[in-house]
């Protein structure tokens, strides 16, 4: 069901997993406790106590993403690997995309728990769109590309036993030829 524990693993599944676990009850708590009704009943604008939430998570969240990259970033350099601007590059783009995918988890964790009224519904409408977005989703277009753009079967190797990409427009040109074989001409579009 999964490939390989890997840092793109890791945080598609796992730390995404921890973020609804951090964001599920932090509007929805506080109702059920009843100091949301007090928080608010002071001077404090909702839009900073909801920045406020969303910060402080944030920054609980980040601490497990920031700390294995340093190590492995520094692991490199103890054991004199080289490493190429560009692959720094990579490293910050990798970093900056964890981030941004952790925190629209954490944005929508906010929001589930913004408009239901209980703890338990917030963390299972999560639990529900958790598992469409991280398990079904990617596994759905994965099969709906394969049969798109066709796989690669028996029928699609060469006589000399290579395997051919199966293309679009190759399939177009054997159709072509086919037909100019069989005494057709092809028609035009």
């Known amino acids: 069901m999964?490939?390989?524990?890997?840092?793109?693993?890791?945080?598609?599944?796992?730390?995404s997993l921890l973020t609804i676990v951090f964001a599920y009850d932090l509007i929805s708590g506080e109702k059920e406790s009843g100091t949301l009704r007090l928080m608010l009943a002071n001077a404090v604008p909702r839009t900073q106590y909801i920045?406020?939430?969303?910060a402080g998570a944030w920054l609980g969240l980040m601490i497990p993403l920031i700390i294995p990259m340093l190590i492995g970033v520094l692991l490199p350099?103890?054991?004199?690997?080289?490493?190429?601007?560009?692959?720094?590059?990579?490293?910050?783009?990798?970093?900056?995309?964890?981030?941004?995918?952790?925190?629209?988890?954490l944005c929508l964790g906010v929001l589930f728990s913004t408009l239901t009224h209980r703890s338990a519904m917030s963390f299972l409408t999560l639990l529900v769109f958790w598992i469409a977005m991280v398990l079904v989703v990617p596994r759905g277009g994965m099969m709906i590309a394969s049969r798109c753009a066709g796989t690669l079967r028996?029928?699609?190797?060469?006589?000399?036993?290579?395997?051919?990409?199966?293309?679009?427009?190759?399939?177009?040109?054997?159709?072509?030829?086919?037909?100019?074989?069989?005494?057709?001409a092809p028609r035009k579009v």
């Open 51 to 54: 920045a406020a939430k969303i």
């Open 77 to 105: 350099m103890v054991f004199n690997i080289p490493f190429a601007g560009d692959d720094w590059l990579r490293l910050g783009k990798l970093t900056g995309y964890s981030m941004l995918y952790l925190t629209a988890f």
């Open 2 to 15: 999964f490939r390989a524990i890997d840092f793109v693993f890791i945080v598609q599944v796992v730390l």
């Open 154 to 184: 028996q029928r699609d190797r060469e006589p000399e036993g290579r395997l051919c990409a199966r293309t679009p427009e190759r399939v177009f040109r054997g159709a072509v030829r086919n037909r100019s074989r069989a005494g057709r």
